[in-house]
């Protein structure tokens, strides 16, 4: 697969959204992939990003102008990065608790190698699962993230994964029952959300990457 041969769609943003956040918004892509165990190429390549990202590298790295952008976003938001961190800071964080990026299968290793490469958060969905364009939207009231009783509440305004008929998760959180990949899936929904400061093009490079590293020997 070349950088080409992607093709990404840009995700629908309520208008609200936009008025209050401007720059945010999504990209995504679908790839004939499913779970499996993780090929030597990419344990290889977390191997190479566990030596990049040394505990010098991770303090500096919030300086960096794709990761302050995220730090930036959730500030404006009202999160508190230093508490709740950014995804690729999390990333690097368990990386120095754990003394390497662990392999995990795919597609979680995937989207960590694409999240850590490019400062770009990457999730997984089974496309399947998604009815239409995904697209970023505020929680209405008393809407649960999922069906039935027991779906966790949403917060009134909170940021949210969306398709027209459904909310798939919270934006930079938790994700829905059912939507991630799973043993039946056979096509994945990549999405990359990116805030102001962050080019369309690294968003794009992270979609690209994750792509690459799924379809690696199929």
Do not use: C, K
Not at 60 to 83: C, H, K, N, S
Not at 179 to 207: D, N
């Amino acid at each position: 697969m070349t950088a080409a041969e992607l093709e990404t769609r840009t995700g629908w943003v309520a208008a609200e959204v936009r008025a209050e956040l401007p720059g945010l918004g999504l990209l995504s892509t679908i790839v004939e992939a499913r779970p499996r165990r993780t090929p030597r190429t990419v344990a290889r390549r977390l191997w190479t990003l566990s030596n990049r990202y040394t505990g010098g590298r991770a303090i500096t790295m919030r300086q960096e102008p794709v990761p302050r952008a995220y730090r930036a976003f959730f500030r404006q938001i009202g999160l508190d990065p230093d508490e709740r961190r950014t995804p690729v800071e999390e990333a690097v964080l368990e990386r120095m608790r754990r003394g390497g990026f662990r392999v995990r299968g795919l597609p979680d290793d995937a989207l960590l190698a694409a999240t850590v490469d490019t400062g770009v958060p990457v999730l997984a969905l089974d496309a399947d699962r998604v009815e239409g364009e995904v697209g970023i939207r505020l929680a209405a009231r008393r809407e649960r993230l999922g069906a039935g009783e027991r779906a966790p509440a949403l917060v009134p305004g909170q940021l949210l994964l969306a398709d027209p008929a459904h909310a798939l998760g919270v934006l930079f959180g938790e994700l829905a029952d059912g939507v991630a990949p799973s043993r039946p899936t056979e096509r994945m929904l990549l999405v990359a959300a990116r805030v102001a400061g962050v080019p369309e093009v690294i968003a794009e490079e992270a979609l690209w990457i994750a792509a690459e590293l799924l379809t690696v020997g199929t």
